[in-house]
């Protein structure tokens, strides 16, 4: 599942860019120079054009240009987003790591590493077991931050907010649910889609992933009811609902043969 909010937050900087070079903000970040502003406009152009390699490019290039630039909170935004359109799993990691190194309080950037470690990781991976601990403590600790967060994140809208924490905390506990599965702990699985779910209902993807978990542990009822609410869903990508498909055959194969 890609970070819709990642790219919203990331594209919601590519405004104040744009904004810059009009009225340079009396509050907030600004660029120090003509070039610095320039370079900026670059990232905003690759990404506009959805060049995901140009992003990339024009953001190491500001830094290693401006390493006192104040954007730095939205441009790692912006190169998490990018390197997950390129689903490059590596880039994602690396801009993670540098984003909460810069912010040791950055929320997105430990849901953005908790989510992409869990769908990277296998089962037969021999750092399973680490890969699991990784995204267990990127999730909880997101979580944790979460509830004390009163401040959003650089270019998101104060009022927006709210409902953005609601869907970060939906994340970490989808990335939760994933590790648990990966682990094999299958009713822990079924609890952390269940949070995800409340905190986000309309999220399809936890709710598939809730029916494969019901399967996993043998409620063979429940995967076929949540994977019916999910091919009801008008905005469930069609992968999407293809799982749920999946996992409502699976679940009726496996009642009809289970012993009375």
Known sequence: MKVKNLLAVAALALASFALLAQQPPANGPHPKTQKELEAL????????????????????????N?????????????????????????QVTTWGERAIQADPKNIEARVTLAESIAQHTRENDLDKADSIKKVNDYANQALSLIKTADTPPPGLPAEQWPQFKKELSAQAYDSLGLAAALDK????????????????????????????????????????????KVLAMNEAPPQVKAFAQQQKDNATKLKTAAPK
Do not use: C, H
């Open 185 to 228: 702990k299958y009713p822990e699985a079924v609890t952390q889609y269940k949070a995800a779910i409340e905190a986000n209902p309309q999220s399809a993807v936890a709710n598939a992933r809730l029916a494969k978990a019901y399967v996993d542990n043998k409620q063979y009822d429940d995967a076929i009811s949540t994977a019916d």
């Open 66 to 90: 401006f390493a006192d630039t104040e954007f730095k909170p939205q441009l790692y935004s912006m190169a998490m987003a990018a390197a997950q359109q390129k689903n490059d799993f590596v």
């Open 41 to 64: 406009q670059k990232v905003q152009a690759a990404q506009q054009a959805k060049d995901w390699d140009g992003v990339l490019a024009a953001i190491n290039y500001v830094f290693e």
